[in-house]
């Protein structure tokens, strides 16, 4: 009964794919979308592998076809609909992970969040693998103009074998760039205790003393709030009563005062 079921839904997949070649004699733009992933599982199996990555080899010749001047948006959803069906049905296939990463997540904010939806199936069935939760914070930050959250995922990076050194020092700097100073510090912290390299470690050094001295300005900024009620125009109002003078930072690094966040970027963050 099992193989009956099998082949039926086979013989149906293989119908559907020949309207969809049959739609590209007269469009070559149209992406059909997947059955639901409950439908295709019925075969089981290995049967699930095939038809998943079937999905992908037909996602594959819709992107490697003319799509320079069609607009993204008219196939993005079955195009997202499609990486989450194939990645539920063969979730340890690697590919579609890199093909979401490169044709849906460039569409728009939104299809950058559905894109990290389907990377965090591969975060699970990959726990030592660095490139999917990279894509992830490289959304975050790149796309959904994050930097928190990218920071917090460069910080768990930075854990896992293997990783660059650096993905720690990215991730304080991008909690930095977020206004999360504490959280930046306290990362920074962890890497230096951990840092075996002299030169590394006097790097996040003097990460560690930028912080320190872009905290106090918060402390001034959140003591001027509690007695004025409101927040300082610029950091400048905060001279001479809560704060002797603006410190300054090591490394080209500088404050940005955006209220109510205080953020601490580097020049190449302009």
Known sequence: MKKFVFILCLILYLAVWGLQEGKSNWNDFYLSPAAPAPVLKIAGGYGSHLTGFALFVKVAIFAGGPLKDVDELSYAENLA????????????????????????????????????????????????????????????????????????????????????????????????????????????????????????????????????????????????????GRDADSLEELIPKYLQALPSFEDDYFLVWEPPLLRLKSVWDK
Not at 196 to 223: C, H, M, P, T, W
Request: with cysteine.
């Open 81 to 228: 609909q499609n990486f989450e069906v194939m990645t539920e049905l063969y979730p340890k296939f690697i590919d579609p992970y890199h093909y979401c990463q490169s044709f849906l997540a460039t569409i728009s904010p939104e299809y950058a969040r559905r894109a990290n939806e389907i990377h965090e199936r591969a975060v699970k069935e990959h726990p030592n693998e660095m490139y999917y939760p990279f894509f992830q914070a490289f959304n975050y930050f790149y796309y959904l103009d994050d930097p928190v959250k990218a920071g917090e995922l460069f910080f768990k990076i930075s854990k896992l074998p293997d990783a660059p050194a650096w993905f720690g020092s990215l991730a304080g700097k991008m909690m930095g760039r977020g206004g999360n100073l504490l959280a930046g510090r306290d990362m920074l912290q962890a890497m230096f205790v951990t840092e075996q390299d002299e030169f590394v470690k006097d790097r996040y050094r003097r990460g560690i003393d930028n912080f320190n001295r872009a905290i106090e300005v918060q402390k001034s900024l959140d003591r001027y709030r509690e007695d004025q």
